[in-house]
């Protein structure tokens, strides 16, 4: 079956910098357009960030642009998410999802299981 399994999540203090990991099995990867959502305490999920499946172009949130970075290798089924100048509001589950369609909450065919990510100020 599909599997989505994040790691790297973490506590750190805030302007530290951490990379998310999520490694992608029972699916052919390199059809899918990936992405990292994340929910805070009391809050809905919400898009953080997305690579299109050939890796040319992504898109952000604007609260974390110029600060993340996704990317993805094809070669090892893995999509990446790169967190600098964190600050605590980034603190959050962040979740990586996949789709042969649009990166949104209501087109997502996969989701993984979560990593927590926790900056305190």
């Known amino acids: 079956q599909v599997q989505l399994v994040e790691s790297g999540g973490g506590l750190l203090q805030a302007g530290g910098s951490l990379r998310l990991s999520c490694a992608a099995s029972g699916l052919t990867f390199s059809n899918y357009h990936m992405g990292w959502f994340r929910q805070a305490p009391g809050k809905e999920r919400e898009f953080v960030a997305s690579?299109?499946?050939?890796?040319?172009?992504?898109n952000y949130v604007d609260s974390v642009k110029g600060r993340f970075t996704i990317s993805r290798n094809n070669a090892k089924n893995t999509v990446y998410l790169q967190m600098n100048s964190l600050k605590s509001e980034d603190t959050a589950v962040y979740y990586c999802a996949g789709t042969t369609r649009v990166v949104t909450l209501d087109y997502i065919d996969y989701w993984g299981q979560g990593t927590q990510v926790t900056v305190s100020s």
């Open positions: 690579i299109r499946r050939g890796g040319g172009s992504t």
